[in-house]
Structures are given as structure tokens and as C-alpha cells.
């Protein structure tokens, strides 16, 4: 009999528990409504690194101690499939979400999941920081640029210097089919007159490799098997703080400048701490700690950015069409196709 | 007292129930999913994912690889096993360990590893390099060769965990009397070993095809920059932009179907195999076999085995151990390079790697056991049993690990997100859903390693056992059991491993609380911090090479390796 007997221990046991457990998540329900302290628990979904989310979680829980913020921190893709499949089941579990780009955000406005909003410093904001109608707000901002291993001689100035032969065979961008930052970045390339397809195909022709994503173009460029790419500037700067042999410009014909927006979720529980915590970042105070801890140029003009950074207005950049990067998504991931798969 | 047809009906009847619940129910809504296009019923999702050249040729290469691999795996893990149960080479004992090594790293760690090892600029392609003055390597790591390779190294011990376990309960008169009657060792091996143990040989090579059609890891590391895709790639591109199309999880859905039908197929392969073959060679007494002399062959077998050793295991941990003690990555390994800083930064720095070490253990330990008992009970209703649809039972069983984790951990969410019928319990976002998702992602392991070991039993033990008075309980209890016993163990410890380093279906899964160890690693390698993710990746495989010595201790040696 001991067999059956520990089958049924085990199954009974393991529905108690179960039911422990979901009492003890359902438990703390949010109390505040409309009232001046946000308080009770919060749920962010983000694709900022694990390190940085981390130390926020604990400057903002020095401000507002009676907010619980919980995190789920992973890629933007795992991040929009976690949410899809949510939405089909029921309802979005998160209060806010902070991923890479806002054509992503239009996504999410399209599909009606965004709460509207005014931040409490939302004014101070330069407009390319905000959504026209007021759904999203970046709360960090990310560029594109030229970065490089130390190696690599003579060193890139431009977005057409990846073209030198001498890098044949050692150059990589992000791959659009599975980063935000790069698909925007492969349409602003792609409609910028000068560059067009014809940028990528030549790229290609020079032996330019897809990169799975930004942190692979990271550590290739790291060991020097990549000698130049494209790659987001806070993670470059981040290498080389480190001690990493890379390096990166600021592209001479211009960065693709991508603000990185949060958002309410509109059927949130608690929208009034969600809201609290958009205005904690997008403060002086908030931004200072994107600066110290992510290397990131702040949103704000009067917040100064890391050392060697321009200010948000010397940055020389591309247009981006975001409505573009939306719109034309299967053209971009078709014709970048074609071309990296000769 | 129940009689004893009931008590086998509840018995079985209750695994069949849980395996509905937990496996059945989720998988079904995925089913279902890949059915809507556009909120209605269509087959509209095949037709589009069919019709796509890129996934056609996705489905050629997860193929190609897959098979390629399997063979590989099933030659590398059969010959790894016999040599450690049947012959008497030296240093046995540890070999028997270090085959199971290359399990213990997660996919991704090890495409990373090889990278670093046979990458353009990898340690050796330098020293290559350095040699022969050439300006690149004849080889290339990122093409279906490198994905392979990479994969076969990883998945050998699956067919040498099971072989041995049929190997060390197998009765040795057969190959004494071969031996006996004159037979050279290498004959006996090939006329008598081999055929005797085409079951479990092939149950794990099964397990190989299927591990390798649903991997995500290997082919995303080393595919992308040679625009070489499998469907487990294609997949996870559907679903990374869901919110582009409404029909996206639909098409990772019909992909993942794909997926699983073609598993299915390689099930369905392993019977027609063995179909009308006798392989009940369990008399049922215990020996100690004769073990083979090798002889004059030592001098090579000797070599061989450690080198297999050296290559798969040994080479990708040292890459990751000089990784995780380099101050920045890319950085040349000097002395003045070289720093603790990676892992004290991991582990006092970070309270979510240190809570995952431990949820990941419970976690495994737990499913690990969960799954010998429910997989050995499904395995009995597959083998020993003729209820209707059982083919159907386990088709289900299957899916979950044909599909990408991605994929399981989607149909978990879309099953578990709203409270449990009648209650206010939620299963989502606690310990249990991922408690859930592991049983039914591995609960094939625990299947088919048992289902290999009732193959060889003969049913007239359970029979005798019958007529001599005993209930169903009893004989399976006291017959069955303790014949099954070996493969129960391989199979524990083939789930146990797997879900300590998860990732694919954590990843969707975890919530502040409830971080698992593999999630961590990704997370610190995805936000750019190479050395950071080597440093708790080394600590996740002395977790594990840990976990492993502990269970030997406790079970006497019966579980662990």
C-alpha cells in the first residue's frame, strides 16, 4: 500500500499548498483609490537590465515605502509574448511596461492596452520624449551608433565607414527579427536618402553578418571577432567602463535616436501608484540615477548626462519615422531577408 | 479493502486525471489557438506558416540537425555506456560520472562556450591560427555542422544514461554464453549486447530527436549570423512581436503543432523499429555480470573515452571558468586580468541569483519526483495496458517537450491565468505554474525510460505474481517495481538535471520571489553582462556536480552518477 499511500500524500499535498499559495497571492488587494500616498503592489514588466530595474526598485521604495514594486525583467520579445498571451486569457497582469522603442508602444495603443496619462513633469519633456496623444513617455533614452573594437584600424567615423573593405568579413548588426532597437534602426537606415536598401545590401557585400541580438554584437565586438557594428550606446559605454577593449562614435551623418518609453496599462489595479512611479522616474532625481547607473543620456535637458555624452540637444541624428517602423515591419524583415540570407 | 480491479482503476485512473489537468488541458488551448485565425475557426495559420519558403526551409534544417545528431548522439552514448558497464577499463568509476557531465550544461552556456573554443577568434582557432599563419580557420561554428556538433556533444549522455540503465539490469548469461562458446568481445557486442538492448537504446535516442527538434539555445546562437533558421528560431520570431499582428501566437501555435507532430513521428519510427521483436530479457534474478577483458584494446579505449571526456565536458567548462574570472570581457586571460570580483559581485550583490539557486532546486527536486511517479504509472498504461487512446495519452505527454519551452510556457498562461473553477485560486505567478510546466515538459523523460525498462520485462513475472494471489498493487509493487527501479532512477535523475538549469519555460513564467537559476544566467548574459552570466553559470554547475554527488550519498549509489 505504500505506494498508493504516498501518491495520495503527494497529490493532496500538493493541492493544500496550491491553495495556500493562492490565497496568499490574492491576499493583499490594492486599497488605494484616488488617494494622496500610492500604496499596495505594482508590477512592472521591462527589458531594462536586471541590475538597473533593481537599484530603481529601491531608490523608488525609499520614496513611496507603502508601494511594492514587483519586476519581471526580460527581453522585449519574451516581455510582448508574456503580455499577448495574458491579454488572450484573460487580462494584462502588469501595471506598467518599459520596453525597448515606441513603434512597440503604437502596437500596444492600436490594441487598446495603454492607459492615458499626464507625468507630473510631463512639460519639462522635449516632444520627441512623448506620445502626441499622451499614452507613452520615454523614460530612457538609447541610440544606435558605430561602435568598434579597439583594434580596428582606422577607426569608424560614420555609418558608411563600415563599408571599408578593411573590415571585411567583421561587421554585424542586431537582426530586426528579434530587437526593436535594430528593426527601427534597419528602417531609419533604410529610409534615410543616401543610404536606402542598397546601405544593407553593400553591408552584406562587405561579409556584414546578422546579430541575433544587441548583446551578441556586444560580446563579439569584445573579443575583436566583430572589429566594428552597430550596437546601442549605453551598452558600448557600459563594455568599456568596464574595461572592455571597444570604443564608439557618434556617426557622422547621425545616431538613430530611440526614446524608450513607459506605460500605464489601462486595465492596471493600481494606476494611482503605477502613475507615481512614471513620475519618479521621469523626475531630476530619477533620471540622475538612469545617468548613475545605466550610463544612459537622460530624457531631461536640465539633468546632465554621463562623461564624454553630448547633451540631449548636440546629438545629431537620423529621422525616424516611427509610424514607419509600424507600418512597414513585414517589408523591413522581408527585404533585410533577402539581402542577409545571399 | 478494494478489490483488485478498482484499485488498479484508481491508480491509473488518477494519473490519467492528473495528466489531463496538468497536461492535457493546457496543451489543448494551444491546440486550439493554432485553429483561430481572425477569431474563427480556419486552417488559415497552416496554410500562411506552410507557405512561407523560410518556414519550409526552417523545417528541413530542424530536421537535418536533428537526425544528424541523434545518430551521433545514440553511437557516442551506447559505446560511452557499455564501456562503463561492461568492460574493465580503469578509472570506470569516474568516467561513469564525467559522461553525464556535458547534461549539466544548460544549451546556451554550451553554444556560448564553443564560440569562445571554436569561434573566429576562439582559443583554438588563435592557436590555429598562431600555427599555420593563416589568416582564418578552414572550419566555421556558426553552420549547421557547428549546431551539430555542439548539439551531440550535449545530448550523448541522454542515450548513455538510459543504455546504462538497461545495461547494469540486463541478464549477463546471455553474453557469457556467447562469450563461452568462443565469440570475440567486439561480436559479442554487436550479436548480442547491441539487439538485447535496442529498447532502451532507442528510447533514448527518441529522447535526442525530440530534445534537439524543440532546442532553442544551440541553433539561436550559432544560426543567426549565417542566416541559418530551424523552426524552434522561426517560432520564437512570431512570437516576438505579438502585439504586431493578432494572429501572432496562432502561427507560433500551427509552427509548434508542426513540432509536435513530427516528434510523433519519430515515436511512432522507434515502434515500427521494434515491432514484433521479443525483448523481454529480465528473468528477473539480480547478477553481477563478467566483466568484457579488454586486453590489448585498452590502449586505445583508454585514450578515446578520455578524450570524448576532455572534449565534452572538460573544454566548454574551462571556456566559461576563464570567462567568469576575467575582469572585462574580450580582455586577453592574464594574470592581471583576472578576478574574483564576477562572482562575489553574483553572490552577494544579488539576492534574485541566490533565491534561484534555491527555488531551482526545489523545483527539480519536486518535479523530478512528481514525474517518476506519474511517468512510470503512464508508462505501465502504455505498455502493459490496452485502454483506447492511449496512443493519445501519449502524444500529449510528448507535445510539451517537442514544442519550444516558449511555446509550453505561453499554453500555461493561457490556462492557468484566471482563477482555478469555483475558487479564488490563482496558480499564476506562483511557484506552482512553474512546478506544473516542468512536470508536463518532462514528464516524457519519465515515461519512456520506464517504458524502456517494462519492455524487457517479461509479463509472465506480473502474471505469476497473479496466480500466486496477489492484488494489482502487490504485484506492481513487489514485481514490477523493483525491476523498473533502475530506470525509475535514470529517469529522476534525466528530469532532475534538465530542471535545475531551465530556462525556455521559466522565462515567461518567474515573478518577483520566484526567480529560478537559469532565468538569472540568461538575464545577466541578455542585459550584456558576459562575465557576470560565466560567474553564475559556473556556481549553477557546482550546484548541480553538487546536487549529483549528494543524491549518490543518500540512495547508496543508486541515484545519481
Not at chain 1, 254 to 261: H, L, N, Q, R, W
Not at chain 1, 302 to 325: E, N, Y
Request: charged share 15%; aromatic share 10%.
Amino acid at each position: 500500500m505504500k505506494l498508493y499511500r504516498t501518491l495520495l500524500i503527494l497529490v493532496s499535498l500538493f493541492f493544500t499548498l496550491a491553495a495556500y499559495s493562492g490565497q496568499a497571492i490574492a491576499a493583499p488587494a490594492p486599497k488605494s483609490t484616488g488617494a494622496s500616498v500610492p500604496s499596495g503592489k505594482i508590477t512592472l514588466y521591462t527589458s531594462v537590465p536586471q541590475d538597473i530595474v533593481d537599484r530603481l526598485q529601491t531608490d523608488y521604495k525609499a520614496k513611496f515605502p507603502a508601494v511594492t514594486l514587483e519586476v519581471f525583467r526580460a527581453g522585449t520579445s519574451e516581455v510582448q509574448a508574456k503580455m499577448a498571451a495574458e491579454k488572450q486569457a484573460g487580462s494584462i497582469q502588469a501595471d506598467l511596461v518599459w520596453v525597448a522603442e515606441p513603434s512597440t508602444y503604437e502596437d500596444f495603443k492600436n490594441q487598446g492596452i495603454l492607459l492615458k496619462f499626464t507625468p507630473a513633469e510631463a512639460n519639462i519633456l522635449p516632444s520627441e520624449m512623448k506620445d502626441k496623444d499622451g499614452y507613452y513617455f520615454a523614460g530612457r533614452l538609447i541610440n544606435m551608433v558605430v561602435a568598434f573594437n579597439i583594434k580596428a584600424n582606422p577607426k569608424p567615423a560614420a555609418w558608411k565607414d563600415l563599408l571599408n573593405p578593411v573590415f571585411k568579413g567583421k561587421l554585424g548588426f542586431p537582426t530586426p527579427v528579434s530587437s526593436g532597437a535594430a528593426e527601427a534602426s534597419v528602417r531609419t537606415l533604410a529610409d534615410t536618402p543616401g543610404f536606402g536598401w542598397e546601405y544593407f545590401k553593400q553591408f552584406r557585400a562587405n561579409g556584414g553578418k546578422q546579430i541575433k541580438n544587441n548583446s551578441a554584437v556586444q560580446e563579439q565586438l569584445s573579443t575583436g571577432e566583430l572589429l566594428v557594428g552597430a550596437l546601442l550606446d549605453y551598452m558600448i559605454r557600459d563594455s568599456k567602463s568596464k574595461g572592455s577593449p571597444v570604443d564608439y562614435v557618434w556617426p557622422a551623418e547621425g545616431a538613430v535616436f530611440i526614446p524608450s518609453p513607459i506605460a500605464v496599462i489601462k486595465t492596471s489595479k493600481n494606476p494611482e501608484a503605477a502613475k507615481a512611479f512614471v513620475d519618479y522616474l521621469l523626475s531630476k532625481e530619477g533620471q540622475m540615477s538612469m545617468v548613475k547607473l545605466g550610463n544612459f543620456i537622460p530624457v531631461r535637458p536640465d539633468v546632465t548626462g554621463p562623461a564624454d555624452t553630448p547633451s540631449l540637444g548636440q546629438i545629431k541624428r537620423l529621422t525616424t519615422d516611427w509610424r514607419a517602423v509600424r507600418e512597414k515591419r513585414q517589408d523591413t524583415k522581408d527585404q533585410f531577408e533577402a539581402i542577409f540570407s545571399k | 479493502m478494494l478489490n483488485r480491479i478498482s484499485l488498479a482503476v484508481v491508480i491509473l485512473g488518477t494519473s490519467v486525471l492528473l495528466l489531463g489537468i496538468f497536461v492535457i488541458y493546457p496543451m489543448s488551448t494551444m491546440i486550439v489557438q493554432s485553429f483561430i485565425y481572425n477569431s474563427k475557426f480556419s486552417l488559415q495559420n497552416y496554410i500562411l506558416a506552410l507557405r512561407q519558403p523560410g518556414n519550409l526551409i526552417a523545417l528541413r534544417h530542424t530536421l537535418e540537425i536533428s537526425l544528424v545528431s541523434m545518430f551521433g548522439s545514440t553511437l557516442f552514448g551506447t559505446l560511452a555506456a557499455w564501456i562503463v558497464a561492461r568492460t574493465d577499463l580503469p578509472g570506470r568509476s569516474i568516467l561513469r560520472t564525467a559522461f553525464v557531465f556535458p547534461f549539466l550544461i544548460p544549451p546556451f552556456i554550451g553554444a556560448l562556450a564553443w564560440r569562445q573554443i571554436l569561434g573566429p577568434v576562439g582559443y583554438i582557432s588563435k592557436i590555429y591560427l598562431a600555427f599555420t599563419g593563416s589568416e582564418s580557420v578552414p572550419w566555421n561554428i556558426y553552420s549547421a555542422a557547428g549546431i551539430i556538433l555542439v548539439m551531440t556533444m550535449h545530448s550523448y549522455p541522454l542515450v548513455y544514461i538510459t543504455a546504462l540503465g538497461g545495461l547494469e539490469r540486463m541478464n549477463p548469461e546471455l553474453e557469457e554464453a556467447a562469450q563461452s562458446s568462443g565469440a570475440r568481445i567486439f561480436r559479442v557486442m554487436r550479436d548480442v549486447t547491441l539487439p538485447l538492448m535496442a529498447p532502451t537504446i532507442l528510447a533514448g535516442a527518441v529522447l535526442v530527436f525530440i530534445t534537439e527538434i524543440s532546442n532553442f539555445g544551440i541553433p539561436a546562437v550559432l544560426g543567426y549570423s549565417e542566416n541559418y533558421f530551424v523552426l524552434t528560431t522561426k517560432i520564437y520570431q512570431a512570437v516576438a512581436k505579438s502585439f504586431a499582428s493578432p494572429n501572432a501566437l496562432a502561427t507560433a501555435a500551427a509552427l509548434s503543432m508542426v513540432l509536435a507532430v513530427i516528434a510523433a513521428a519519430g515515436i511512432i519510427a522507434q515502434r515500427i523499429v521494434l515491432r514484433g521483436r521479443e525483448y523481454a530479457v529480465l528473468s528477473g534474478k539480480s547478477m553481477q555480470p563478467n566483466l568484457v577483458r579488454l586486453g590489448v584494446h585498452k590502449a586505445w579505449v583508454l585514450p578515446a573515452a578520455w578524450t570524448l571526456v576532455f572534449v565534452t565536458s572538460i573544454a566548454p567548462v574551462l571556456a566559461i571558468l576563464i570567462t567568469s574570472l576575467i575582469r572585462a570581457y574580450g580582455l586577453p586571460p592574464t594574470l592581471d586580468n583576472l578576478t574574483l570580483q564576477n562572482f562575489a559581485q553574483v553572490l552577494f550583490m544579488n539576492a534574485a541569483a541566490r533565491r534561484g539557486i534555491v527555488n531551482s532546486l526545489i523545483l527539480a527536486t519536486a518535479s523530478a519526483t512528481l514525474i517518476a511517479f506519474l511517468g512510470s504509472l503512464i508508462a505501465y498504461i502504455l505498455v502493459r495496458t490496452k485502454l483506447p487512446g492511449r496512443d493519445i495519452l501519449d502524444f500529449f505527454a510528448t507535445m510539451p517537450f517537442a514544442v519550444p519551452g516558449t511555446v509550453v510556457a505561453l499554453a500555461m498562461i493561457l490556462a492557468w491565468l484566471k482563477p482555478l473553477p469555483l475558487t479564488r485560486i490563482v496558480l499564476y505567478n506562483t511557484i506552482w505554474i512553474l512546478l506544473i510546466a516542468y512536470v508536463a515538459r518532462y514528464l516524457t523523460f519519465g515515461i519512456r525510460s520506464t517504458a524502456g525498462s517494462l519492455q524487457q520485462i517479461h509479463p509472465s513475472l506480473e502474471e505469476a505474481a497473479r496466480i500466486c494471489g496477489a492484488n494489482w498493487l502487490q504485484s506492481f509493487r513487489d514485481v514490477m517495481l523493483p525491476l523498473i527501479t533502475p530506470g525509475l532512477f535514470a529517469g529522476w535523475f534525466l528530469v532532475f538535471m534538465p530542471c535545475l538549469r531551465e530556462l525556455t519555460v521559466s522565462i515567461l513564467l518567474w515573478s518577483a520571489g520566484r526567480e529560478t537559476v537559469g532565468v538569472m544566467v540568461f538575464n545577466l548574459q541578455e542585459s550584456g553582462h558576459t562575465t557576470l552570466c560565466a560567474a553564475l553559470a559556473m556556481m549553477m554547475l557546482a550546484v548541480l556536480v553538487a546536487a549529483n554527488i549528494i543524491t549518490r550519498r543518500i540512495t547508496g549509489g543508486r541515484l545519481g552518477y
